[in-house]
């Protein structure tokens, strides 16, 4: 049996994986099953586990270089004049790692041969409903079937006349007639055959019947001096739009938003080679980031020392102590999220050593602290600049819920993720993390409401799921608020 990693999948993939099962409080892994699953009881055909392959399978057979294929298209080929286009289609679709399996009509094969639709889609090429190779096991029905989109392209006035009218009596007809799959038609004509009642009577019927269309473009025409509406899209306008149909474009509820967060711990100095710090790893707002990243928003992510790799599309800027991380983030203002993960040392040495400290006959030297400046508290208190939401994290090792809520009254912030950090969790530099949200709004359902405050208590999750869950609840919460603009 074959093991999928999630890991290798397509970004756009991973991320609706991660959106989807946050949402539905699972693993990735059991989404991933659901989905599968889903998938087969919404099946038409009987699953035929132990049927052998056919010998000379219509399937597709993976391409013979670069990266595996992520989706695959069956291109029926009409005879028009635009059927050169198809050729620089193939390529265009094979580029965007489309497996193209190629059908070409009769008249299809006056305008290009199957020798050159085969060389560059480096598939056998069809042609021929009774063709004994294939129709020995119903080719035409796995062809209908066994891809994720059919483009007709170029489409003819007959074509699409067969099409309207449930024609099967040649293998692009039949094909379009036995599929389940969604149908990307390029038409390609003269404009008076455009314009003719019928085929805007089979265009209106195709419309109905829930096919795509794709143009036609309006120019001129291959018949000397004629020109109008009719000309066929262009293959990288025709290859975009199949691309959109098998990839629909990832919500991106943030976008346009401005996300600042800080992460990780922050280092304070004791002299130039000694310092305190504490076990905060900054996983989980390096997860935050890249989740926010995803959902589209701009985000500067202001980290302390951490051993991680910058999250792709993020600007990070590297500190070390609280008050260049204060700086930092008073630097990057304004943002309309200001997110507060980083695990800031309360205090730092009063009486930083300016040499390395050495070992003495007197004794230890003494270490005076002092506090360091509240990053979440200043920042909630701004009055001009201050994100219309502010979030700030409580790492907590008792009376965990209680010592949030006062938090969150004392600091001024909006809300407040709530973390268990005792040892016993392993939350600190661990992978998993048990949140409460804290909000002065009105909860979701399953929360406990407080008064004014909600407490929303989250399932053990992946730091990569709390940080898709918070982003969820964001964009939630933020969708039409945007900070004032700078005057
Ligand atoms: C030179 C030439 C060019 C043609 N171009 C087109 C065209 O662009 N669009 C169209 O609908 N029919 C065009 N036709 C007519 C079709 O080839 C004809 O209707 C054919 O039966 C279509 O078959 P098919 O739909 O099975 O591919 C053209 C015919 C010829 C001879």
Same mark, same amino acid.
């Given at each position: 049996?074959?093991?999928?990693?999630?890991?290798?999948?397509?970004?756009?993939?991973?991320?609706?994986?991660? #959106?989807?099962? !946050?949402?539905?409080?699972?693993?990735?892994?059991?989404?991933?099953?659901?989905?599968?699953?889903?998938?087969?009881?919404?099946?038409?055909?009987?699953?035929? $586990?132990?049927?052998?392959?056919?010998?000379?399978?219509?399937? $597709?057979?993976?391409?013979?270089?670069?990266?595996?294929?992520?989706?695959?298209?069956?291109?029926?080929?009409?005879?028009?004049?635009?059927?050169?286009?198809?050729?620089?289609?193939?390529?265009?679709?094979?580029?965007? &790692?489309?497996?193209?399996?190629?059908?070409?009509?009769?008249?299809?094969?006056?305008?290009?041969?199957?020798?050159?639709?085969?060389?560059?889609?480096?598939?056998?090429?069809?042609?021929?409903?009774?063709?004994?190779?294939?129709?020995?096991?119903?080719?035409?029905?796995?062809?209908?079937?066994?891809?994720?989109?059919?483009?007709? @392209?170029?489409?003819?006035?007959?074509?699409?006349?067969?099409?309207?009218?449930?024609?099967?009596?040649?293998?692009?007809?039949?094909? #379009?007639?036995?599929?389940?799959?969604?149908?990307?038609?390029?038409?390609?004509?003269?404009?008076?055959?455009?314009?003719?009642?019928?085929?805007?009577? +089979?265009?209106?019927?195709?419309?109905?019947?829930?096919?795509?269309?794709?143009?036609?473009?309006?120019?001129?025409?291959?018949?000397?001096?004629? !020109?109008?509406?009719?000309?066929?899209?262009?293959?990288?306008?025709?290859?975009?739009?199949?691309? &959109?149909?098998?990839?629909?474009?990832?919500?991106?509820?943030?976008?346009?938003?401005?996300?600042?967060?800080?992460?990780?711990?922050?280092?304070? $100095?004791?002299?130039?080679? &000694?310092?305190?710090?504490?076990?905060?790893?900054?996983?989980?707002?390096f997860a935050i980031a890249a989740a926010?990243q995803a959902?589209?928003?701009?985000?500067? #992510?202001?980290?302390?020392?951490?051993?991680?790799?910058?999250p792709?599309?993020v600007?990070?800027?590297?500190?070390?102590?609280?008050?260049?991380? #204060?700086?930092?983030?008073?630097?990057?203002?304004?943002?309309?999220? @200001?997110?507060?993960?980083?695990?800031?040392?309360?205090?730092?040495?009063?009486?930083?050593?300016?040499?390395?400290?050495?070992?003495?006959?007197?004794?230890?030297?003494?270490?005076?602290?002092?506090?360091?400046?509240?990053?979440?508290?200043?920042?909630?208190?701004?009055?001009?600049?201050?994100?219309?939401?502010?979030?700030?994290?409580?790492?907590?090792?008792?009376?965990?819920?209680?010592?949030?809520?006062?938090?969150?009254?004392?600091?001024?912030?909006?809300?407040?993720?709530?973390?268990?950090?005792?040892?016993?969790?392993?939350?600190?530099?661990?992978?998993?993390?048990?949140?409460?949200?804290?909000?002065?709004?009105?909860?979701?359902? +399953?929360?406990?409401?407080?008064?004014?405050?909600?407490?929303?208590?989250?399932?053990?999750?992946?730091?990569?799921?709390?940080a898709?869950?918070?982003?969820?609840?964001?964009?939630?919460?933020?969708?039409?608020?945007?900070?004032? $603009?700078?005057?």
């Open positions: 049996m074959a093991s999928l990693t999630i890991r290798k999948l397509d970004e756009g993939i991973k991320t609706y994986l991660r #959106l989807r099962s !946050a949402k539905n409080r699972r693993s990735v892994e059991e989404e991933v099953r659901v989905i599968l699953g889903e998938l087969i009881e919404g099946r038409e055909e009987p699953l035929t $586990p132990f049927a052998a392959p056919p010998a000379a399978s219509t399937a $597709p057979t993976s391409q013979r270089s670069g990266a595996p294929p992520e989706a695959s298209v069956t291109l029926i080929i009409g005879g028009g004049i635009a059927a050169y286009k198809s050729l620089d289609l193939i390529r265009r679709l094979k580029e965007r &790692r489309i497996e193209v399996r190629c059908v070409l009509t009769t008249a299809a094969q006056q305008f290009v041969t199957p020798l050159a639709v085969s060389a560059l889609s480096h598939e056998r090429v069809h042609t021929d409903l009774f063709d004994p190779q294939s129709e020995f096991d119903a080719g035409h029905i796995r062809l209908a079937r066994e891809c994720d989109l059919i483009v007709v @392209a170029p489409a003819t006035a007959d074509l699409m006349a067969k099409m309207a009218n449930g024609h099967a009596d040649d293998l692009a007809s039949a094909i #379009l007639l036995a599929t389940n799959r969604k149908v990307l038609v390029a038409p390609a004509m003269n404009p008076l055959m455009w314009n003719n009642a019928a085929t805007r009577r +089979n265009v209106a019927q195709l419309q109905r019947d829930g096919v795509v269309l794709i143009g036609p473009n309006s120019g001129e025409m291959a018949e000397a001096g004629e !020109a109008g509406i009719g000309r066929m899209s262009e293959a990288i306008e025709i290859a975009t739009a199949a691309e &959109r149909l098998l990839r629909p474009p990832v919500p991106r509820p943030l976008a346009g938003k401005r996300v600042l967060i800080t992460a990780g711990p922050t280092h304070e $100095p004791i002299d130039p080679v &000694r310092y305190i710090a504490n076990r905060s790893s900054g996983k989980q707002g926010a959902a589209g928003a701009e985000v500067i #992510l202001v980290s302390g020392p951490v051993d991680l790799r910058d792709q599309g600007t990070v800027k590297h500190v070390e102590s609280a008050r260049q991380m #204060l700086e930092q983030v008073q630097a990057a203002l304004p943002a309309d999220i @200001a997110i507060f993960a980083a695990a800031v040392a309360d205090w730092r040495v009063a009486n930083e050593g300016e040499q390395k400290l050495k070992k003495t006959s007197a004794g230890m030297p003494p270490l005076q602290l002092v506090e360091n400046p509240d990053i979440l508290a200043t920042i909630s208190k701004l009055t001009g600049e201050r994100p219309p939401l502010v979030i700030g994290f409580a790492a907590e090792t008792e009376h965990l819920i209680d010592n949030a809520k006062s938090k969150l009254a004392r600091k001024g912030c909006d809300w407040i993720v709530a973390n268990d950090v005792s040892p016993a969790t392993g939350v600190m530099g661990g992978d998993r993390n048990t949140v409460h949200l804290i909000s002065r709004k009105d909860g979701e359902k +399953n929360s406990e409401k407080d008064g004014e405050i909600a407490v929303d208590s989250w399932p053990v999750m992946t730091k990569e799921q709390v898709i869950e918070l982003v969820a609840h964001i964009a939630k919460s933020v969708t039409g608020k945007s900070r004032e $603009p700078a005057s």
